[in-house]
């Protein structure tokens, strides 16, 4: 069963930037979807940061300071975030998925990684 592992989470003062990577565990991850999510203490888990079918989507809370890439040949995903918020603070999960009945249905996740941002 293929998984997949966060890593580059952290704890910065607000300013600072991060870069999260996202690797499967077994084999290669499959699937026209990728994408980031996030979730807050106490509050609903929230995308950030998608590639649908190789289109680029991000939250607006998000856009023009997180980066969404993907690495084909690596298989990897990168979320590189700059001018980070008290706010941006909570777990962030990559996830992988097909898309189908009109919209992308996300079936593999990993465990999640902590980012923490300090005023």
């Known amino acids: 069963q293929v998984q997949l592992m966060e890593s580059g989470g952290g704890s910065v003062q607000a300013g600072g930037s991060l870069r999260l990577s996202c690797e499967p565990s077994?084999?290669?991850?499959?699937?026209?979807?990728k994408a980031w999510f996030r979730q807050a203490a106490q509050k609903e888990r929230e995308g950030v940061a998608f590639i649908e079918r190789g289109e680029v989507r991000y939250a607006d809370s998000v856009k023009g300071r997180f980066t969404i890439t993907k690495d084909g040949v690596k298989n990897t995903i990168s979320l590189e975030m700059n001018s980070l918020k008290p706010e941006d603070t909570g777990m962030y999960y990559c996830?992988?998925?097909?898309?189908?009945?009109?919209?992308?249905?996300?079936?593999?996740w990993g465990q999640g990684t902590q980012v923490t941002v300090s005023s």
């Open positions: 996830a992988a998925g097909w898309f189908y009945g009109g919209s992308c249905k996300y079936d593999t």
């Open positions: 077994g084999a290669a991850v499959s699937g026209n979807c």
